[in-house]
Structures are given as structure tokens and as C-alpha cells.
């Protein structure tokens, strides 16, 4: 058992540790080198983030552990919050949430928190209903984000734009630089591929030969798979507070990628576990 154990806590490492050093550096490189928006930046880092929910609840709903994706994704969302709150607290950013757009996008991350609590208070049954009703939820919960940043970000955006063109006339993207980064994010999705089956393998043998409970399994993947965002967090704030002294371009990032890692991981990777599921 204790060898199991130890080849859970490597794997998840792995997937982490690749996670924080190659993919969410890599994905933020090639935004930059593209001069993409606060917002997209955000958006770009929160689906990189997801990366590792993706790969956890995958390998979790091959080998029948459906349980613990639900409290994976559950626990991940709640600790992507507060590593949020206190990312914006720490770097002294809480009048940012004087912001109408700030306030709408964490009532949407509450949300994201708020559903599956009510299925795992309510003990209701994760099936095949469920994915078009999240997939919906997915497209709401975008048009939500998207417009609510056109009505209370005009300033921001346009500060922003500015800055952007006045990049793009000292320096053009360079395309030799995109492809390379492209490169490296397949390769780095590869290597995450097979170390996520290798983890598969472990979460079988821990459930079903030591008796571990999918509860205990899915909240400790819910630690380990939040890592990346909180590291993401903090750089995104300190990167624009180092480029240009505004700190509220740092928390538009890093709202969005909050934001866009929670909506993904309940509505997206969840239905992807529930018809992974079903499948096998």
C-alpha cells in the first residue's frame, strides 16, 4: 500500500509540476508573443490550469471511481477560490472588487461551487442527463462573462489596446516563436497523457485492492490539481504590477482565469468523466 501511495503522490507531482512549468509558462509566452488581452490571457491560463482536472477526472471515470471526479472537481473549485481571494488580498488588490465586472464574474464562481455541493448534499445521481443541461450551462456562463466585461471594463480594455499597439510598433510576433510554442504544448499534452494513465493505474489499485474511498481519493486530487492556479494567481497580478503599475489589468487576468478554470472543470470536464463513464 505504501508503495501505491508513493506512486500517487509522484504522478500527481508530475502532472503539476509540468502543469506550472511548461504549460502555463509556455501558454503564457505565446499570449504575449500574440499581444493578447488581459481577459484572453486569463481565459488562456484557465483552461491550462484545467489541464490537470482534465487528466485526473479522465483517469478517475475509466476505471469506475465516478465519485471521487465529483468531489475532485468540488474541492478543486473551492480551493481555486480562496487561493483567489488571497492572491488579491495579499497583493493589496481588494478595491478591485468595486468593480461591477469583478462582482458578477465571482457570483459565477460561487455558482460553480454551489451546484455540485447541492449534488453531493441532495446525493443526486451523475448520469448522461446531466451533460446537455452543463453544456448549456457551459455557453451561459461565457455570454455572461463576455458581456459583462464589455459593460464595466471599457476603461481597462482601452488602456490595454493602447498599450498593445504600442507594443506591436517596437516588436511584430514573431511566427518562429508561436510555432515553437505550439511545439512544446503538444508534446507537453503527450507526456501528460501518459503519466495521467500511469496515475489511472494507481487510483485503480488504491480503491478497489487497499479500499481507499473515492471521497478521501477525489479531495486530495482536488489539493494537488488547484496548484497550478494558485501559481497563476499571484504571477498574473505581479506581472502586470511590474510592467506597468496597474494592478487592475493583474485582476481582470486572474478573475477570468478563476473563472474560466471552475466553469470548465464542472461543466466541461465533469460531462467529459460522465460520458467517459458511461462508455467503459
Known amino acids: 500500500m505504501f508503495f501505491e501511495i508513493a506512486k500517487f503522490i509522484i504522478y500527481s507531482g508530475l502532472i503539476v509540476l509540468i502543469a506550472k512549468y511548461i504549460l502555463v509558462i509556455t501558454l503564457r509566452k505565446l499570449a504575449e508573443n500574440l499581444n493578447l488581452k488581459a481577459k484572453t490571457v486569463g481565459n488562456i491560463a484557465g483552461y491550462a490550469t484545467s489541464m490537470p482536472e482534465l487528466l485526473t477526472i479522465t483517469v478517475s471515470s475509466m476505471n469506475g471511481l465516478m465519485g ?77 462573462n463576455n458581456n459583462v466585461h464589455k459593460l464595466y471594463l471599457q476603461k481597462e480594455d482601452q488602456q490595454l489596446e493602447k498599450q498593445i499597439q504600442e507594443e506591436e510598433e517596437k516588436e511584430k510576433g514573431n511566427t518562429r516563436r508561436t510555432v515553437l510554442y505550439i511545439t512544446i504544448l503538444l508534446g507537453t499534452g503527450v507526456l501528460l497523457y501518459v503519466i495521467g494513465e500511469l496515475l489511472g493505474e494507481t487510483l485503480n489499485n488504491l480503491c478497489h485492492q487497499f479500499n481507499i474511498s473515492q471521497v478521501i481519493i477525489g479531495i486530495l486530487l482536488g489539493f494537488i490539481t488547484s496548484i497550478p492556479e494558485l501559481i497563476t494567481f499571484f504571477e498574473s497580478q505581479k506581472h502586470y504590477r511590474n510592467q506597468n503599475d496597474d ?9 477570468n482565469n478563476l473563472l474560466t478554470s471552475n466553469v470548465l472543470n464542472l461543466f466541461m470536464i465533469q460531462s467529459i468523466g460522465i460520458l467517459i463513464y458511461t462508455i467503459f
Open 247 to 255: 494592478t487592475m489589468l493583474g485582476v481582470v487576468e486572474a478573475t
Open 68 to 144: 471521487s471526479s465529483i468531489f475532485n472537481i468540488l474541492s478543486s473549485n473551492i480551493i481555486n477560490l480562496v487561493q483567489y481571494m488571497a492572491s488579491i488580498v495579499l497583493n493589496k488588490n481588494r478595491k478591485a472588487f468595486t468593480n461591477r465586472a469583478i462582482k458578477i464574474d465571482i457570483v459565477l464562481v460561487l455558482v460553480t461551487i454551489l451546484i455540485p455541493l447541492i449534488l453531493v448534499w441532495r446525493n443526486i445521481e451523475i448520469n448522461l442527463i446531466i451533460v446537455p443541461a452543463f453544456f448549456i450551462l457551459f455557453a451561459l456562463f461565457l455570454y455572461l
